[in-house]
């Protein structure tokens, strides 16, 4: 069992930045993949970044490819969100989640991931 809990949301300008933290407890993260899920209003949950917590592998989505970067620090058991150049299409809640045995080719799918957070709110508007 992971307990995971998101913070370092809020409002922003276009062109600004962000940094999302996510604390995992519960267990110890080896053979966990750790991802990053956003849900703007109406529309489905969306893959944005995940990592493998042993490997340091990272997988984005194309939409924040080059933008936003994904990262962990072992000793703290946080991963951690990196988000430059946001837009107003980026607004959305942001979900951390994790689950173990996720092989590479599902990285990217939101259903792949067990365990959840309870969502920080990102807000990009001038």
């Known amino acids: 069992q992971v307990q995971l809990v998101e913070s370092g949301g809020g409002s922003v300008q276009p062109g600004g930045s962000l940094r999302l933290s996510c604390a995992a407890s519960?267990?110890?993260?080896?053979?966990?993949?750790i991802a990053w899920i956003r849900q703007a209003p109406g529309k489905e949950r969306e893959f944005v970044a995940a990592?493998?917590?042993?490997?340091?592998?990272?997988y984005y989505a194309d939409p924040v490819e080059g933008r936003f970067t994904i990262s962990r620090d072992g000793a703290m058991n946080t991963v951690y969100l990196q988000m430059n150049s946001l837009a107003p299409e980026d607004t959305a809640v942001y979900y951390c989640?994790?689950?173990?045995?996720?092989?590479?080719?599902?990285?990217?799918?939101?259903?792949?991931?067990?365990?959840w957070g309870q969502g920080t709110q990102v807000t990009v508007s001038s």
């Open positions: 519960g267990s110890t993260l080896s053979g966990y993949t």
């Open positions: 989640a994790a689950s173990s045995g996720v092989i590479s080719s599902n990285s990217y799918n939101p259903r792949a991931y067990k365990y």
């Open positions: 990592i493998r917590w042993s490997s340091r592998s990272t």
